[in-house]
């Protein structure tokens, strides 16, 4: 079975910054993905980065150039350094990845608990 855990969210200042992590554990084999969705009350859940296991990301709009999504592919763990925030990044943060459990098994989307980051104006 695979977990993901998220930690780091809290409550800061505008302009201020927290580092997000997620640690899969379990039984893996491979992680094709892992990324940052977040939702904000009454709003959709939306991508907020991704970082392929090649090493390319995707951010978005709204986040370019004040986040930043880093692996650590020996601990399995996916990083969200989070700059210059604002108010409206305020949203619960969760956790994905695609994974495999073992060879020639489909890889299986993954989600974390979520993690609460609120920005105080």
């Known amino acids: 079975q695979v977990q993901l855990v998220e930690s780091g969210g809290g409550l800061v200042q505008a302009g201020g910054s927290l580092r997000l992590s997620c640690a899969a554990s379990?039984?893996?084999?491979?992680?094709?993905?892992m990324g940052w969705y977040r939702q904000a009350p009454g709003k959709q859940r939306e991508l907020v980065a991704v970082i392929m296991s090649g090493g390319s990301t995707n951010y978005a709009d709204s986040v370019k150039g004040r986040f930043t999504i880093s692996r650590d592919n020996a601990k399995d763990t996916v990083y969200l350094q989070m700059s210059s925030l604002k108010p409206e990044d305020t949203a619960v943060y969760y956790c994905?990845?695609?994974?495999?459990?073992?060879?020639?098994?489909?890889?299986?989307?993954?989600w974390g608990q979520g993690t609460q980051v609120t920005v105080s104006s």
């Open positions: 379990g039984s893996i084999f491979s992680i094709n993905a």
């Open positions: 994905a990845a695609e994974i495999s459990v073992a060879t020639m098994i489909l890889p299986n989307h993954y």
